[in-house]
């Protein structure tokens, strides 16, 4: 599987990233089934734009939202939008169309009438129907199939095994956990861990344990953040202090706001972690 990195920006979109969302692929070739598998981690502001030019948004399999800030989960108001009205789906609904057909690469586009499973926290729907601004008698759920994640539950999407965990951050928040088939070694399984936003805790480093792939937010800076209070980012050395604790095979730094100095927050993780550390980048893939 492959980790595609739509946005990595911090707290909101800067100037050369949209905000949170990574995409989670398992090319045809890797999947039991010979079908692509695309699932979208986290959807803040302007990854619907730089997501269609990675792949059309129909061919999304699910969506996982690690918790309820905008930087994180907006643009599925966006996506609502392109998957009610996209006119072939229209065409499709009415009779006219075909109702499902398979991409060259062996990605389905969904069927107009399929809903787009999104787990997240226990009020998803609602929040992102106030967000929206529902109108009477409409629901989001014509396109979405909302699910609360229970930590400790695991979900399945495909041939992807996706494992929630609660995190430290102020509002209910999670990281997440994706196993699924390698595209290095051919039968093996891999890990791809992601924190969603968090402060060091004991769910992070269970997250993380042996993971092939450390995908962690370091919002902060060791020093200029210190009087911030304590359980909402991590920093670049509180992330390498996770990949320690938790025995991560690699790291990859993302969530960086604008105002940070990236090569700032990778010294500080090398500094307290001995692997591989990468900064999130958007549109770099990352191979498992
Ligand atoms: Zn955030
Ligand atoms: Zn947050």
New binding site residues.
Partial sequence: MRLVVVGCSGSFAGPDSPASSYLVQVPGTDSPDGREWNLLLDMGNGALGALQGILDPRRLDAIGLS?L?P??FVDVCGLYVYLKYHPDRLAAASGTAAVAQAATDGSVVQDAAATLPVWGPSNTAERIGATYGLEAGESLGSQFDFRAWVPGQVVTVGPLEIEPFRVY?P?E?YGVRVTGPSSLVPGERVTLAYTG?TDFCDGVVELARDADLLLAEAAFHEGRDDAVDRGIHLTGRRAGEVATAAGAKRLVLTHLPAWNDKQAARDEATAVYDGPVDLAATGRVFTL
Avoid: C, K, N
Wanted: glycine share 0%; net charge negative; hydrophobic share 25%.
């Fill in positions: 918790h800030h930087d994180h951050h509002v928040a936003d």
